[in-house]
Nanobody
Framework: QVQLAESGGGLVQPGGSLRLSCVAS????????MRWYRQAPGKERELVAR????????NYADSVKGRFTISRENAKSSVYLQMNSLKPEDTAVYYC???????????WGQGTQVTVSS
């Protein structure tokens, strides 16, 4: 019964900001790294950001470094992606992912659409 539920997507103008949230259940949240991926039409799904279980280590794709911030609030079993200075090329479906796995593969959320357009 692992579940990941994203929210916070929407339509925003270039230069604007959005904050994505992902609420997790079904596993001990603080033990596992969490990731945000995105997939734009016609492109492969790409890793955007990753955060360690304790929240002390973060990693970002070069394309978002300096603009996006991943964070987590373990008491709320939540991971966030603060997206600033958004560009049209950030348009994609954004997915959260947990590194928790019983089989070698983690679990995905359903995705939330982010559209950056004038």
């Amino acid at each position: 019964q692992v579940q990941l539920a994203e929210s916070g997507g929407g339509l925003v103008q270039p230069g604007g900001s959005l904050r994505l949230s992902c609420v997790a259940s079904g596993f001990t949240f603080s033990r596992y790294g969490m990731r945000w991926y995105r997939q734009a039409p016609g492109k492969e799904r790409e890793l955007v950001a990753r955060i360690s279980g304790a929240g002390t280590i973060t990693n970002y794709a070069d394309s978002v470094k300096g603009r996006f911030t991943i964070s987590r609030e373990n008491a709320k079993s939540s991971v966030y992606l603060q997206m600033n200075s958004l560009k049209p090329e950030d348009t994609a479906v954004y997915y959260c992912y947990t590194e928790y796995s019983l089989t070698g593969a983690g679990y995905w959320g359903q995705g939330t659409q982010v559209t950056v357009s004038s």
